[in-house]
């Protein structure tokens, strides 16, 4: 699934000119019914300085697969799939990132339901590229603004950053994954009622 990463101006990068602040996310080859695995784009490119990867803080409790499974459709796979999609959000942002955001009201509680908020958004996004409404995915700063209210734009621009982050980690590891939740949106998820994956 390619996905791309729109902001607000206009930028270059390697991949050529780059409209509305769009950057592209690789795609990581799910397979879509009727149609092949398709591979294509650059990997992502993040304006970040490069650092070895640190290990992240696991997620607060707040994220609990029973947010997930009371959404429309219930214990189905494409819910499982915000679930973690939410999950890998909230690993993605930094330390110093959660602790510039507390000093503007984001406590972890806060944080984590604008993760999930986000990650409920863009289900709606993946089922339009999955229609064929969207050529690919795209990550907005407008939903990724209204996930998280009250910040400003370079706030902002590093969590859609984080968000991409959390995509590509996502759907690499989805790539492998025999239970294929976005392919098989609408079966049932037993990982729902597996309580190695509950909070509570």
């Known amino acids: 699934m390619m996905a791309s990463v729109r902001r607000r101006t206009t930028r270059a990068n390697e991949g050529g000119v780059v409209r509305g602040r769009r950057r592209g996310i690789a795609d990581t080859g799910y397979r879509l019914p009727g149609r092949p695995a398709i591979l294509r784009g650059p990997p992502l490119k993040l304006d970040r300085r490069t650092a070895p990867m640190t290990p992240q803080p696991a997620a607060d409790p707040q994220i609990d697969p029973s947010r997930f499974s009371a959404l429309p459709g219930g214990k189905r796979k494409f819910n499982w799939f915000a679930f973690e999609l939410a999950c890998e959000i909230r ?22 339901r604008s993760c999930i908020a986000l990650a409920i958004g863009l289900q709606g996004v993946v089922l339009k590229q999955l229609r064929g409404e969207i050529p690919q995915m795209e990550i907005g700063w407008d939903q990724v603004e209204a996930a998280f209210p009250g910040l400003t734009g370079k706030m902002v621009d590093r969590l859609l950053d984080c968000t991409g982050t959390a995509w590509e980690r996502l759907l690499s590891v989805c790539v492998a994954c025999p239970s294929a939740c976005v392919t098989n949106k609408d079966d049932d998820c037993p990982m729902f009622d597996d309580p190695l994956y509950s909070n509570g």
């Open 91 to 112: 690993q993605a942002i930094a330390p110093p990132l959660v602790r510039t955001l507390a000093k503007r009201g984001y406590d972890h509680a806060r944080l984590e």
